[in-house]
Structure formats: C-alpha cells, structure tokens
C-alpha cells in the first residue's frame, strides 16, 4: 500500500471513529418504575406484618385516581386516611421530573379543556388558575398561558416538516372526500342523544349514553367500522390510526369502534366545532398530579409496597405492606380501603376477588410504553416549519416528542425532548417482556435510530437521554371491552374495598382515574353517614 493511501485510510478511520464517539458520548439512566419490587409483590414474595395501627381509609396507590380520593375526601374536611404509594414519587404514569433545564413529563402531558359538563376537573383547574373566569352561560374561560401556544403541531414527511397532522401536501380529491366524510359522520355522533338526553360521547365517560345504539359499536373494531363506510384513504387511515397508538396503545384493527369515535367526538360540544383546546404544562399532567399531592402530603407514603388487603371481620379491613426504607413490614386495621391501582394488581393484592370474580383479568389488556427524556444542550438546525408543541414522525411506529420549554415560551437554547413509543402488539404479556428485556443502552439506540429520520445531527445536542419503562401504561379498549360484564362488575365495591383507576373506564385519560377516585372516595362518604353534594 502507498504511504498516502494509507495516511488517507486512516484519516477516514479517524473520522468515522470521531462520529461513532460523538453518537456514544452521553448518558443516562433507566429512571423507573420499581419492577424489581413490582413482581415481588405480584409473586408474594414480601414478609407480612404482625401488627395492624388503626385509620378510618386506606388508599392504595398515589396515581392520578387515588390522589383525586385524596383531595375529595380533603374538600370535606376528612383527615382520618392515608395513601400508599409503591415508587419514591406519586402521580403514576402521570408523574414528572426536573432537570437544570426545564420541568417534563414522564408520561401523560395534556388535557383536553373540560367544557363545563365537567364540573370536577373544571373546579381543579380553576383551584390551578388555568381557569380566569366564566361565561353567562357557565363555561369556564382558561387562562391564556394553559392554553397550548402555536405551533401546536407538525408532521415530519418527505423529508421535512408540515403543519398539523393530517398530511394535505399531495392529497387527491378523493383523500380530502374520505377526510370530510369520517368527520361528517364524528358530527352525527356528536349530536345524538339517547333518551334520557345523555350523549353518546362526552368525558368523563361515566356520563355517556349506555343505549343499545353505542353499544354496537363496541362489538366491532375501528377498522371493520371505517371499512364498511369505504374509507380507505391511506392518509385517513394513518391519522386514524395514530389516534388510537395516542391514546390507547392500540392500532385500528385492535380498537374498540366505540373507542375510536370517542377520540373525536367526546372532545366536541357541537357538530361542526373545532375539538376542544389543549391545555398543557413543561411538566405535562405532573402540574395536575403535584398540585392535588400538596393538600394531603402529610397522609401519603411513599415506597410503601402494599402486599396484601384482605376482609378480616365485618368492620375491619387488614392492609398489608412492605416499607421500602427500613426494610420491615407494616400494617393498617381500616374500616373502609380505596383500591387505586391496576386490575393486575388487585387480583393479586385481593385474595377473595378469585372467588368473587373467577374471570379474573383476562379481559383486561394493557400497552406498555417506552418514555425518554432527551435533554439538548442546544437545538438542531432544521429547514422549513419551526419547532412545535407536537412533533410527529410520520414514518415511524413511535409517536415523535413533546417540546418541555414550549409552554414557557423558550424558543431558543437548551430545551428538553419527551418521546413517547408504545407497544401495540396483540400479545401485550410479550410486549412487556420485550420491553423489560431492553436495558438503557438498547432503548437509547431504539430512540435514536428514530429521531435521527428527522434530526441526523441530533447527537451531538444531547447532554443525556433517560428512560422510563411502562409495563402497564394504558388499558386498552379492544373490542366487546367496554360494555362487558368484566368491566362493570369490576367497578363494584368489594367487601368495603372500593375501586379507582382508569382500567374501570377501559380508557386511559386523566378525566377518567379522576372520575372513578371521586366516586370512590364519595361512595365511602356516603357509607360513613356523611353526605354532601358530589363533585361530579
């Protein structure tokens, strides 16, 4: 070989190398859940105590469901309770973080501005400030600066970036028909009415119509529904089908129809109307989860691992748990439990729902999610349509990143990327074991070889990338779920333990876990005597 072809050789080595180093140089973590603990207390692997301190209610688990018990029972001046929570942080899949550059989510990030049919979470965030005043008529008027800022959203395709979700750029005449003709039908749903005045699809869903005519659409999917009408629109069926990996951890041929139209139409007052604003914080939904946590902060527990809650005479109720800190085992004697956590785990936790309920949770299907925090020192240049609230990979099975410094009107500089991929396989017991299976150096490359379609220089911003795995994220509402007997039955009290979560909707929402905490904590107010007026 000549000298100066080998001199060449190496130079290109060199930069290689330099490239490979630049795409390896930061860090990260795996930041949680506790699994490790998880599945000891799903095998029953954790000591049991011998001694039970008496309190009036226990809540189990500190997510969205059992803080909004919390701050019900709060709001009429209850104090006789505590809450347990498993992780270090309460919120659940809700929760949020902080580093030196700004608040983010490490999950759920929005809500949809309530109309004011939503008595409960219009009174939270008017109790946050999102909410300055109100109309004649009663609707809330929200704080500009809750309100998502444009650019609300963009697309990345062919190369570049578009504005909205919905891919115009080279739409035929037919695609915009298909569009237009899904949306007409979304209307008719918005204005029906069963008839009791109830409508089909509003949130939470404890106040939409349960007549036979929304019933049927649960015993299809989303897709047979959309085939029957001829809609077939690639681009139609794409932005459909994002919907459903959003907010339900399925694809169109795994969801509910019900489900899917609900996604559109529960978000609109009247047909023909825009979808309802977002409101939106750095933090996501943490905002909403750290604000109800302050009221009751001296009854909660954290890394208290609840191990066992069991019926031991008529008036007592024996809640076993393992605390994570000192290693031992406590107990609580309550007259009354809030069982704010997922099915999986009350069948787990609540020996006697075996007898009770033999189906168990085999109706119940959960997508689990992978979450990373990227944290940029700097942005990466890019061509055309500026950064957005949203930012969506059209190509791609993840669902693209939420901007963290957006809503602090920070447009240049540092900011904090949140990514979001969810696991949409029918077998979601091998999906979880897939996702529990990749350590922080492949979930690091599986996030990167995704962003890098849109960001092929995005490495060298990264200061650190973390991650969070979500065995259990989001129930699924795959059809003949959310009108079955399994779903009903599971909402009902049993043997003084009351249940909240968002499985007891079959939809994963904030407004959900909400509604069924304070029905929870209301339905043990009313058993104590202590009636009032309901917040829902």
């Known amino acids: 070989m000549r000298r100066r072809n080998f001199i060449a050789g190496t130079a290109a080595l060199g930069l290689g190398c330099d490239r490979f180093r630049r795409r390896k140089r ?92 939503n008595r409960a979470l219009v009174k939270l965030l008017k109790e946050m400030g999102a909410v300055e005043s109100f109309t004649e008529q009663g609707d809330p008027v929200f704080a500009e600066e809750a309100l998502v800022r444009a650019p609300e959203e963009r697309i990345f395709a062919s190369g570049q970036w578009w504005e909205g979700l919905y891919l115009r750029a080279g739409s035929t005449a037919d695609d915009e028909r298909q569009y237009h003709l899904f949306f007409a039908e979304v209307d008719v749903w918005v204005a029906w009415r069963d008839r009791e005045g109830r409508r089909a699809f509003t949130i939470p869903r404890s106040k939409c119509s349960d007549a036979p005519e929304p019933q049927a659409l649960d015993r299809q999917s989303f897709k047979q529904w959309l085939d029957k009408r001829g809609l077939t629109s690639e681009r139609l069926l794409w932005l459909l089908d994002y919907a459903c990996r959003d907010d339900y951890g399925t694809r169109l041929e795994s969801t509910s129809a019900w489900a899917g139209i609900f996604y559109f139409a529960a978000r609109k007052l009247n047909p023909g109307e825009e979808s309802r604003p977002i409101i939106a914080w750095p933090e996501g939904n943490g905002a909403i989860v750290n604000h109800l ?77 992978l979450v990373a ?22 190509d791609s099975a993840g669902l693209g990143y939420v901007v963290a410094t957006h809503q602090s009107y920070r447009d240049h500089g540092p ?47 990264i200061a650190r990338l ?51 905490g304070l029905r929870a904590a209301e339905e043990i107010l009313n058993d104590m005597g202590i009636v009032s007026p309901s917040w829902r």
Not at 375 to 393: I, T, Y
Not at 495 to 510: E, N
Request: charged letters at 20%; one cysteine or more.
């Open 466 to 516: 973390d991650i969070m795995r979500w065995g259990h994220a989001m129930i699924q509402p795959r059809p003949n779920f959310l009108f079955s007997e399994a779903l009903r039955r599971a909402k009902e009290p049993h043997q003084g333990i009351h249940f909240a979560h968002t499985d007891l909707s079959g939809i994963a929402l904030f407004e959900e876990a909400q509604d069924h």
């Open 26 to 117: 930061f860090g990260g973590e795996i930041a949680g859940p506790s699994l490790e603990l998880g599945h000891k207390i799903r095998d029953l692997q954790l000591p049991q105590p011998t001694r039970f301190d008496e309190v009036e209610v226990v809540i189990v688990g500190g997510g969205a469901a059992g803080l909004s018990a919390a701050w019900r029972f709060e709001g009429q001046g209850f104090k006789n309770y505590l809450l347990l929570e498993l992780e270090p942080q309460v919120g659940g899949t809700s929760k949020s973080g902080r580093n030196g550059i700004s608040a983010f989510p490490w999950g759920a990030h929005y809500v949809p501005a309530p109309n004011r049919e």
């Open 373 to 394: 925090n990227i944290s940029l020192r700097e942005r990466p240049k890019e061509e055309g349509m500026a950064l957005a609230w949203d930012n969506v990979l059209r």
């Open 293 to 369: 946590a302050k009221a009751c902060s001296d009854r909660i527990h954290t890394g208290f691992a609840v191990t066992q809650v069991i019926r031991v005479s008529p008036d007592a109720i024996h809640v076993s748990a393992f605390d994570s800190k000192t290693g031992t085992a406590v107990g609580w004697k309550a007259k009354h439990v809030i069982f704010a956590g997922p099915q999986h785990l009350a069948q787990h936790l609540i020996p006697t729902l075996w007898t009770e309920r033999p189906e168990g949770v085999s109706a119940f299907h959960v997508a689990p999610w």
């Open 415 to 461: 900011t904090v990327l949140t990514y979001y991929y969810p696991f949409t396989g029918l077998d979601d017991r091998a999906e979880r074991q897939r996702l529990q299976n990749m350590d922080w150096q492949t979930c690091a490359n599986f996030v990167m070889e995704d962003l890098r379609k849109a960001h092929p220089d995005l490495d060298r911003h």
